[in-house]
């Protein structure tokens, strides 16, 4: 009932919408945001006892948040954690010791905040706030009653406008890597989109960054001494590993490096403020070549570091699921520079795999993308992939998803994501004419005028995909395993499915595959519907 409830305050989207009209005065939409802060019976002041470490970016804003809560939460400290979006439910966005809060604690604050709202309305102001924000204020109830030692608080959306930095005094602050995203609220280059995540930044509270391009660093530079924020730019992951032991990441893919090397300086700098004793032995260190900001400290993680690193578990970001012949690979990826860095993950993947000694392996992509993102040119980096199948299907778990409460979506409506998945098929085939035209131009023959294919055991496999879409998480997942996963057994799929010659084709391929890999990504709620499908101890 609570979660129902809180549907009615409006989903991400309307929200996106609400801040798009608004976005001209980002004061007055802070200053909306303290007032219900006051009405929650909260003051600004109250949320420097959390210690908070708050941070932005593009991608890997989350993966970085997982990190150092994780780190931290190995000292023996009691942290709490606020991110979005969910995955599976909502409990996930508000975390303490690294677990969502429990079904009953959820409630319990729910109706506690949204009485105290009813109670404090009145004519001159809308009297709940949006979905986002009415779980940013739950989260800070939650963190204090719980009396958590710090609290890791992922940005919203930005950071000048994000409802999340009416926090004055934090104790440090991150940006991951930047990108282009939500062009539509940020801006259309990096360089906007950098001057709106520098917007966390806070006088004399320090404030770390990875590696940027010029133009973006330059922006973060130029806030940050326009309000005197000390910004360090964090050393790359090999300074801190030399002369010991190689670190040991939980989350795969080479660009959890980057993310990783800036959560130990946010966790090194947080535990100094603490002066906590075990924080790693400095090193001296000489850059070789100046660098455009001053450098974090260089350290020897600790062995709370390390187990923190590699004990860092994050789903649904470059995450692995092996079921008897399937393999699930999930990852969030919805932004062109971290979907380049999936590809990057599933193909060095593939390679680390198992060839199988006979039979076929199948390549399926699994994909929706939302929003005001380009899906033609997230779908065109995934083209090297070189998918058998490719399948489209909008980020609703079931047709009717009246029961799934934590998933439902009132902005849309079905016949909308249908055609939005439709059009998705239509890039994903003139994507493939294009692939078919370049392979048979004459530079791309082989001597005798063959065309390469690409081999796997047993023999050639074809260089175009075929490709379908399902109105449903739960349909395409069904077609892909053929009731191969051991785990996801659903009902026999629904009659008329397999009337497409695609579909009855593929599904005959699929059940005499050796190995099936099935990439799921380009949107985390696609990623959070099919694995409350794969997981089901998730729902629970």
Known sequence: DAVRMLNTLQTNASYLEQVKRERGDPQTQLEAMEVYLARSGLQVEDLDQLNIIH???????GSTCAFTEHILRNYGLKTGFFSSPHLVQVRERIRINGQPISPELFTKHFWRLYHQLEKTKDGSCVSMPAYFRFLTLMAFHVFLQEKVDLAVVEVGIGGAYD????IRKPVVCGVSSLGIDHTSLLGDTVEKIAWQKGGIFKHGVPAFTVLQPEGPLAVLRD???QISCPLY??????ALEEGGQPLTLGLEGEHQRSNAALA??????WLQWRDHQDVGKLK???PSVPWPLPLAPVFQPTSHMRHGLRDTEWPGRTQVLRRGPLTWYLDGAHTTSSVQACVRWFRQALQRSERPSCGPEVRVLLFNSTGDRDPAALLKLLQPCQFDYAVFCPNLTEVASTDNADQQNFTVTLDQVLLRCLQHQQHWSCLDEEQARDLWRPSSLEPGGRAPLRLAPPGPRPCSSSSLVFSCISHALQWISQGRDPVFQPPSLPRGLLAHPTASNGASVLREATMIHVLVTGSLHLVGGVLKLLEPSLSQ
């Open 55 to 61: 941070v932005t970016g593009t991608k890997g804003k």
């Open 163 to 166: 409802c999340t930095n009416i």
């Open 223 to 225: 806030r940050a001494q």
């Open 233 to 238: 730019l964090c050393p790359p992951l090999e």
């Open 264 to 269: 130990l300086q946010l966790a090194h700098c």
């Open 284 to 286: 001296v260190s000489r």
